[in-house]
């Protein structure tokens, strides 16, 4: 599948994701919704999570941001996954900006967890 491997070059390349080969033999991309945020979930092999948010208003990543970070969160923990990353893809810099000061404001970061912020156009799946 194309995808697949788009998937895989997206958390090699511009996560920079370190992962042995082996866990992207189960590669899960899943397109949910939480109220009014739609967002892309990735399985990577059952030991990476990833939530790909694609939004440019920072008022919305302000306020959004905090409640996915918690959520990921959550899912890493429970689900057993050895880490989350949050991506925020966004072609306006402010909003990169709420979203590194909202990141900070929730005092959940820890050394599991990781914010992204990329462009569009580095998502190709």
Request: proline share 3%; net charge positive; charged share 30%.
């Amino acid at each position: 599948m194309a995808d697949r491997e788009k998937i895989k070059a997206f958390v090699q390349d511009v996560l920079g994701c370190g992962c042995a080969e082996e866990v992207f033999k189960v590669i899960e991309l899943r397109h949910k919704r939480k109220g009014d945020v739609k967002y892309d979930r990735i399985n990577i092999g059952n030991r990476l999570l990833v939530y790909v948010l694609r939004a440019d208003d920072p008022a919305f990543i302000g306020e959004e941001l905090p409640g996915m970070l918690s959520e990921g969160l959550k899912e890493r923990d429970s689900g057993g996954f050895n880490r989350f990353r949050l991506v925020l893809a966004t072609g306006v810099p402010s909003a990169g900006v709420a979203a590194t000061n909202a990141y900070k404001a929730t005092g959940l970061a820890d050394d599991r967890l990781f914010l992204h912020v990329v462009h569009p156009a580095q998502i190709k799946f």
